[in-house]
């Protein structure tokens, strides 16, 4: 089922209820904007008319220990996506972010719900995706700017949306199938565009902070960093940017200024 809506504070909100209200594995709600677009780490996602943005809602068969493996495996999903529609080749910044020529160009928000009605290893599953498609920069708010950028101003087509969030809800649900079987290999080929991968990177979780250089995914989805001593750290919350970003900027999620400040 599909469901489509003008306008909307977050289609992860609202897909939540619906899931709650019983909606089956596979309903989509998609939006043509959001007021209250929702992030990572509680944060804001700028969002636009003109971007792309759905809730896809799976009750995947998985072990719970691949669960957390869905970001990747969306992020995966939609990278093949863009470029074999458009020829734009993102690359994926753990855990949940795609990248075009050092711009943001879409994030994803996974959230799981346990129902009291399921069996405690059965969770449902939110999985949120903003990808900015048609119009440019000036859609966003001005601290943003520099930031992001469009899919249509990549390879400079229209963007069909409709036809988009099916091609993606399809590559979506047959990638996470692929997790309970393949994931070793699903993380071979996400590792192939790991935009962090031998990079200086800051690390920090509000409980610690420290510099190393990203060596890629572990097998259960946290990230690999070697510090300056040579320890090896698989980190699996928090945040990490590269050093190369500048320090007063907070670009690590690059949509997610306007929340910020707004707190
Ligand atoms: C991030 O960049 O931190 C993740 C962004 C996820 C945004 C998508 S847009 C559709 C869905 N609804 C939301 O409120 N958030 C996700």
Known sequence: MRIHLVQTDSTNRVAREEALAGAVSGTVVWADCQIAGKGQYGRSFASPAGGLYFSLILRPALAPDRVPLITLATGLACREVLARRYNVEATLKWPNDLFVQGK??????????????????????????????????????????????????????????????????????????????????????????DYLFEQSLRYSNGAESFIGTGKGICGDGRYRLVDAQGREHAIIGGQLRPLSWPENEWVASQQDKVGREER
């Open 104 to 193: 943001k160009v879409g994030g994803i928000l996974c959230e799981t719900l346990f129902e009291s009605h399921l069996s405690p290893a059965q969770a449902t599953v939110i999985i949120g995706v903003g990808i900015n498609c048609n119009g440019g920069v000036a859609d966003f708010p001005e601290e943003l700017r520099s930031l992001v950028t469009t899919i249509s101003q990549c390879c400079q087509t229209t963007i069909d949306i409709a036809s988009l969030v099916d091609t993606l809800v399809t590559e979506i649900e047959a990638t996470v199938q692929l997790l309970q079987r393949e994931s070793a290999s699903l993380l071979d080929r996400w590792q192939q565009y």
